[in-house]
């Protein structure tokens, strides 16, 4: 044995740990394995709880062997509209883009829903008589007024219908091809009493006056939300106590004019996708819905149908669409209605600067509130993306949308990559109406050019292609 090798320290990259040391550190690797199992094992089981839960609120559709498919009328057409699959957002995103494909309701738009609670609420509350002479009145951009239109010829009533005279002729067309009155006015605050809305109170409260000589009398209701004006001799009161024969005769005979009032205050406009398009959603999807995005005009839509899911699953993420130049998007994300550059004077029209009809508000309506509480982010817009966006989908899915349509699945791109999502999560919207109202604007290059709104579809392949933001909660 050599005497000095004893004395030669060893690096200490040749250390070797001791038997005790090594042991630590495998039970400490073990521990911590088991530590990993353990607490994914919990999270699946809790993921899987959660799920059983909401599956058990989910009321599945029964086999139904039916032979006979015919429907009662042009109202039994409206509704269970089909839940389609985007296909070339879906496979470029990794999550599924479901569009509920309200376009093939009869009158051509989700409007219809709306359309047909509103009279059978009206009829319910005997404010509506079919078959009198009475007539409906509605202030709106086209959609709406196409829908009461299509109804009220159906159900036996006429409509006047009074609208801003710079939306899309074709809507204009359709209306007057219904048998509509179409009256046509400059686009308005809601302040003014010429805005198209206020038009139509008006217009319904003096129905009749030129006829009867007694003039118009107004009818209460139990609700302050609709005006209903009525050509009866007498003015029937709340405190007018048990109606007579000759009160009910009179109530039922002469015709009257009812203001539909769909954006401000009448809840059967909210009604109609809470018991309607949210309980359809829930069902076609059985129950599975990460988040629901829509845009909003009256905000029935985005407050009913995110209500319902809400309610049935409090995980839903209820997002809104907002085109450029409404105040929605401000009053989600900052609890503003307003910001400078939608002062008047800087805006191309008077309601809302965008080439996109159909939605977007700079007032805050009674339906739009009922569902504040649950909107809990809000994208916006622009006219080059929601243009973009329409010609993206009709080159690779061959699907023809309007404008509302478009603008919410680009806000659907924008909720995925803030969301991080990637992993086949499901994201509903509405697809509002087809292309066929916006010949003359929306689908008019040489308008579109016009208008300095850039046309490029690949405003939506730069989306698709961004990459996920870090942040997976909601602003």
């Known amino acids: ?283 076609q999807t059985s129950g599975r819905v990460d988040a629901f995005v829509s845009g909003a005009g009256t905000g029935g839509t985005v407050a009913g149908t995110g209500k319902f899911l809400k309610n049935m699953n409090g995980d839903v993420i209820v997002a809104l669409s907002d085109p450029e130049g409404s105040g929605l998007y401000n009053k989600i994300k900052f609890g503003v209605m307003f910001d400078q550059r939608e002062a008047e004077g800087t805006k191309r029209r008077h309601q809302v600067d965008t080439v996109v009809e159909g939605i977007g508000i700079n007032r805050l309506t009674h339906n739009m509130e009922l569902g504040l509480d649950i909107i809990s982010d809000a994208f916006r817009v622009l006219d080059e993306e929601a243009v973009a966006m329409s010609r993206y989908l009709v080159h690779h899915d061959g699907l023809f949308l309007g404008s509302s349509s478009a603008c919410n699945l680009v806000a659907c791109i924008k909720l995925v990559k803030k969301m991080g999502w990637h992993s086949g999560e499901r994201v509903v919207t509405i697809l509002c109406d087809s292309g066929n109202r916006h010949y003359s604007k929306f689908w008019n290059d040489d308008y579109l050019r016009d208008a300095n709104i850039e046309i490029n579809m690949g405003i939506i392949d730069d989306l698709l292609e961004a990459p996920l933001a870090n942040n997976h909660s909601p602003a």
């Open 1 to 283: 044995m050599v005497p000095w090798v004893s004395h030669i320290s060893r690096p200490s990259w040749l250390h070797i740990p001791r038997p005790s040391t090594a042991r630590h550190i495998l039970w400490g690797i073990l521990l911590g394995f088991s530590l990993s199992v353990t607490s994914t094992s919990i999270a699946l089981y809790l993921k899987q709880r959660k799920q059983k839960r909401i599956e058990e609120r989910f009321e599945p559709r029964p086999i139904e062997l039916r032979s006979d498919e015919v429907v009662d009328g042009v109202t039994g057409l409206i509704g269970n509209t089909p839940l389609v699959r985007i296909k070339s957002l879906s496979d470029a995103l990794g999550v599924e883009i479901l569009g509920k494909a309200e376009y093939l309701n009869p009158g051509g738009s989700v409007k219809d829903r709306v359309a047909l609670r509103m009279i059978e609420d009206a009829e319910r509350q005997g404010l509506l008589y079919p078959n009198t002479g009475s007539r409906i009145f509605e202030g709106t951009v086209g959609s709406t007024g196409i829908s009461i239109a299509t109804i009220a010829r159906a159900r036996g009533y006429e409509a006047t219908i009074i609208m801003p005279d710079d939306v899309a002729e074709e809507k204009v067309k359709a209306l007057l091809a219904l048998g509509a009155q179409v009256e046509r006015v400059r686009p308005a605050s809601i302040v003014d009493k010429k805005q198209f809305v206020n038009l139509a109170r008006e217009r319904a409260e003096h129905f009749g006056q030129d006829e009867v000589a007694s003039g118009s009398a107004i009818l209460p209701t139990s609700s302050s939300s609709v005006v209903v004006s009525t050509t009866a001799a007498e003015v029937v009161a709340p405190d007018h106590g048990i109606l007579t024969v000759e009160d009910e005769q009179e109530l039922r005979t002469k015709p009257r004019g009812f203001f539909a009032d769909q954006s401000s205050q009448n809840k059967s406009n909210f009604d109609a996708h809470y018991e309607g398009t949210g309980p359809e959603i829930w069902r």
